[in-house]
């Protein structure tokens, strides 16, 4: 497709994390727990040595901490999309980003792509006796509940016959959400370090009873945490970006027109407004609340896409700018075009001075899709878009649009193929 520009290469050989990083690390992250007054409670971890699997939800970069203090003082490797692995660090690029990840241990993969050669390389971090560290939500939580994961993470687990442990962080979204990135000094916050299986246990088990046990693990909502918890969040631009989640009026069901400002998040359409209050609750300023819980909202929002999934009545055309990212050397201009997704999938078609480039994405290879808000504060929403040698930050144009609801459709096409 782009065969012109130099590819990642994701066969690499995961590095064992340098010792120095993994203390660097460490301090980092006693300064962050200790901010955060986070209380990590364990359960079937004593006398627990590598190797071993450990599952970890993903709300906020303060998730690597909060593992990696508990991992400690075992190496650890970790799987990272390749956007971690981009641009360099220092004066003429004195250390590039990619060299400094490999270093502290991380191994590069594409988002929501199948890749055998990922395999082979956590065998080689458990045959080092060291720590896999696997997200397998591959992205930030939209609204601080779970998302959607594999089915073929429970095969993987068995088949690396090693414990599997999970890390199931609270207060990471809420402190510093998806929409709206940053630090609410939220404290304290919580986390459950286990193991969630044996390696005898493990034996014993179906793939499908080892995915069962893991999504039941891996239920959590930090809206609701927060509720239950008491814990007040007062930051006065605290719903700014929530728009983005949430796209659908529930007063009007008009999309699109959602907007946020301050604590307020409102429709420009019918004008319906509704404050969230410091215990991250919406109430309507006027009228019915339709859903004092965010993800509520969300999930409705969920339900109406899967009714026009299953009407075959999804479908959406916008044009975009597509900028490539084949290595960790930089972003690629690709140009300007077209992209739809529909019941058949995601087709961009795009020109620019590189030439003329295709993706195509069947319904049947994506069980879910990387979505960014206002990519590095500067480039809008996207779509990132995967294949195991390219990957496409996809920007669509004007403002009749959710990649939110993009997501949400991806998930609903796949599971009613």
């Not at 971090?125 to 601080?144: K, M």
């Not at 019918?270 to 991250?280: H, N, Q, R, V, W």
């Amino acid at each position: 497709m782009t065969d012109n520009f130099k590819r990642m290469d994701l066969a690499a050989k995961p590095q064992r994390q340098w010792l120095i990083f993994r203390d660097i690390i460490k301090l980092a992250a006693n300064g962050m727990l200790k901010k955060h007054r986070t209380v990590i409670t364990k359960n079937r971890v004593e006398g627990l040595k590598p190797p071993y699997i450990l599952l970890c939800n993903h709300n906020a970069f303060f998730d690597f901490f909060v593992a990696a203090t508990c991992v400690y003082p075992s190496r650890a490797n970790y799987v990272v999309a390749i956007d971690g692995f981009t641009m360099p660090i220092g004066k003429d690029g004195f250390m590039s980003r990619e060299a400094l990840m490999r270093a502290t241990g991380c191994i590069c993969k594409r988002k929501f792509t199948s890749d055998i050669r990922l395999i082979k390389q956590l065998r080689r971090i458990l045959n080092n006796g060291d720590v896999a560290v696997i997200y397998p939500e591959a992205r930030y939580s939209l609204c601080g509940t779970t998302a959607v994961m594999p089915d073929s993470l429970g095969q993987m687990c068995k088949a690396m016959k090693v414990p599997v442990c999970t890390l199931i962080c609270h207060g990471h979204h809420v402190n510093s959400p998806f929409w709206h990135v940053g630090d609410r000094g939220v404290a304290p916050t919580s986390a459950e370090f286990e193991m969630l299986f044996s390696k005898d246990e493990l034996s014993q088990m179906t793939d499908a009873e080892i995915n069962a046990k893991i999504r039941q693990r891996f239920v959590y909502d930090d809206f609701a945490w927060q509720k239950e918890h008491n814990v007040e969040i007062n930051a006065i631009d605290r719903a700014e970006g929530l728009h983005k989640v949430l796209y659908q009026c529930p007063a009007c069901k008009t999309e699109y027109r959602m907007a946020s400002k301050g604590d307020k998040l409102f429709c420009t359409h019918c004008g319906k407004s509704y404050t969230m209050t410091p215990l991250g609750e919406l109430k309507a300023d006027t009228g019915d609340t339709e859903f004092s819980h965010i993800p509520d909202w969300y999930e409705w929002e969920r339900q109406n896409v899967r009714a026009e999934v299953k009407s075959g009545t999804y479908g959406i055309t916008l044009p975009v700018h597509v900028a490539s990212l084949p290595n960790s050397k930089g972003y690629i201009d690709f140009g300007k075009g077209t992209m739809t997704h529909g019941m058949d999938g995601f087709k961009v078609n795009v020109s620019g001075k590189y030439g003329d480039f295709e993706m195509i994405k069947p319904v049947n290879t994506l069980y879910s899709c990387h979505i960014e808000y206002d990519y590095l504060g500067k480039y809008g929403d996207c779509v990132d878009l995967n294949t195991l040698t390219d990957t496409w930050y996809t920007y669509p144009e004007g403002e009749d649009f959710s990649v939110t609801k993009m997501a949400l459709a991806t998930e609903e096409l796949y599971s009613n193929k």
